[in-house]
């Protein structure tokens, strides 16, 4: 059993390990079983707004999920986080591998692919290690802690993971911010 008293850090480092010790293949198996997962849920199906993620390489990748989204004429809405002491910014994507405009090096001052927060239904949630309390630890930056308090009251908040990504416990701290659902390979956790 894992001790709850282990450090953000700690629990950062053996899960990078972990997550880097998967090997391609049978990341790719658990990314298909994970994506077929979240296609056939019911939030996800009756979503028409949804924020996704551009993964790092120890998050369940997204370019699948935001390619079937698009074609399934999904409205697909990518955080824009920049600086920290400024307001974070949706933007809407036609496709699959596009970036936000800042992340692209564009200008985007007339706001013609901004989306307001208040539109979305749903949100993917990345990270790092979750708990069946809906206890989320991202790479570390604050990101989703800063964008989540912001959603709408009705917009689900999903984490997408590995079943090994799902330990006892995350120590959350005041600032953290918990998720609603975990989909993973074997399961749908709703946080108890």
């Known amino acids: 059993m894992e001790d709850s008293k282990e450090t953000k850090d700690e629990i950062r480092s053996r899960m ?18 994970v994506r077929r997962r979240l296609f056939d849920f019911a939030n996800f199906i009756e979503s028409k707004i949804a924020m996704l993620y551009v993964n790092k390489p120890f998050e369940v990748p ?26 974070i910014k949706l933007f809407k994507i036609d496709a699959p591998g596009e970036a936000p405009p800042a992340a692209a090096g564009e200008d985007d001052s007339e706001g013609s692919r901004a989306v307001p927060i208040e539109c979305l239904d749903i949100v993917i949630v990345p990270g790092l290690a979750f708990d069946e309390k809906g206890g989320r630890m991202g790479s570390g930056n604050g990101h989703y802690d800063r964008v989540m308090p912001h959603l709408p009251i009705t917009a689900r908040k999903v984490a997408l993971a590995f079943e090994e990504q799902v330990i006892p416990q995350v120590n959350m701290e005041s600032h953290d911010k918990y998720v609603d659902i975990i989909i993973t390979e074997k399961r749908t956790i709703y946080k108890i």
Do not use: C, H, Y
């Not at 990078?16 to 079983?33: C, G, H, V």
């Open 62 to 87: 997204s370019r699948e999920i935001i390619k079937k989204a698009l074609s399934q004429g999904k409205i697909i809405v990518l955080p824009d986080f920049g600086q920290p002491s400024r307001p």
């Open 16 to 33: 990078f390990k972990k997550m880097e010790a998967i090997p391609e293949s049978k990341k790719t198996e658990l990314t298909r079983m």
